[in-house]
């Protein structure tokens, strides 16, 4: 099992940068797939990042890619969510789930949720 915590969200001007931290509990992070959703008001769930326990797959939103870069240190049980060129339309409260799936697109595979973090970008 394991517990969630983000952190480093904040408030920031479009075309800034935020890194989000997610730091896991447990002795088996590293067999988990790490993924970052976010919700803004009104709107569902969406995907924007992924990562496979070890590191070697990576996947991305389309409005991400070039922009949001996931990474992981499995030794600090830990997976960021560096964010650069942040637009309005960024701003979501971002979720950082484990998994052992196979679809790591997908927020329904996904068992283990953090409580989230508000990234907000002003224009």
């Known amino acids: 099992q394991l517990q969630l915590v983000e952190s480093g969200g904040g408030l920031v001007q479009a075309g800034g940068s935020l890194r989000l931290s997610c730091a896991a509990s447990g002795r088996t992070f590293s067999t988990y797939a790490m993924g970052w959703f976010r919700q803004a008001p009104g709107k569902e769930r969406e995907f924007v990042a992924a990562?496979?326990?070890?590191?070697?797959?990576?996947y991305y939103v389309d409005s991400g890619k070039g922009r949001f870069t996931i990474s992981r240190d499995n030794a600090k049980n830990t997976v960021y969510l560096q964010m650069n060129s942040l637009k309005p339309e960024d701003t979501a409260v971002y979720y950082c789930?484990?998994?052992?799936?196979?679809?790591?697109?997908?927020?329904?595979?996904?068992?283990?949720w953090g409580q989230g973090t508000q990234v907000t970008v002003s224009s």
């Open positions: 789930a484990a998994g052992q799936v196979v679809d790591m697109t997908s927020s329904r595979l996904y068992s283990y």
């Open positions: 990562i496979s326990g070890l590191g070697r797959n990576t």
